[in-house]
């Protein structure tokens, strides 16, 4: 009997693509506020947003590939990059968190303050 052929699992690449996406986002942002003149940090909390929707998009990604997975009986190949996508997305759900929650308080000192 020939062994299983590998086949592609195009949802763990798409996956792992928004996952890194999802992690670099927020610390694109802060890179690009420090070296810009015309980006303030504030001005790249857009990078907030991106960050949780890729992320969140990364999980659903995951969940069908593990499906695939799962119906191909491991023949649809991509465990591995189904892996690395869901830490990514968790790594890039986390900065979303932590920016959000920085932003948030930054603007309530702002309130308080005047």
Do not use: D, K
Request: glycine share 12%.
């Amino acid at each position: 009997m020939a062994a299983p052929t590998r086949g592609s699992n195009p949802r763990a690449t798409a996956a792992a693509a928004l996952g890194a996406i999802a992690a670099a986002a927020v610390p694109a942002g802060v890179v690009l506020a420090r070296a810009s003149v015309r980006v303030s940090l504030i001005g790249a909390s857009w990078s907030i947003p991106v960050a949780a929707v890729c992320g969140v998009g990364a999980i659903l990604l995951v969940r069908g590939a593990h499906t695939q997975l799962r119906i191909s009986l491991e023949r649809s190949g991509g465990r591995r990059r189904a892996q690395a996508a869901v830490y990514l997305a968790i790594a890039g759900i986390c900065f979303a968190l932590s920016g959000a929650i920085a932003v948030g308080f930054y603007e309530l000192l702002l309130r308080l303050e005047g």
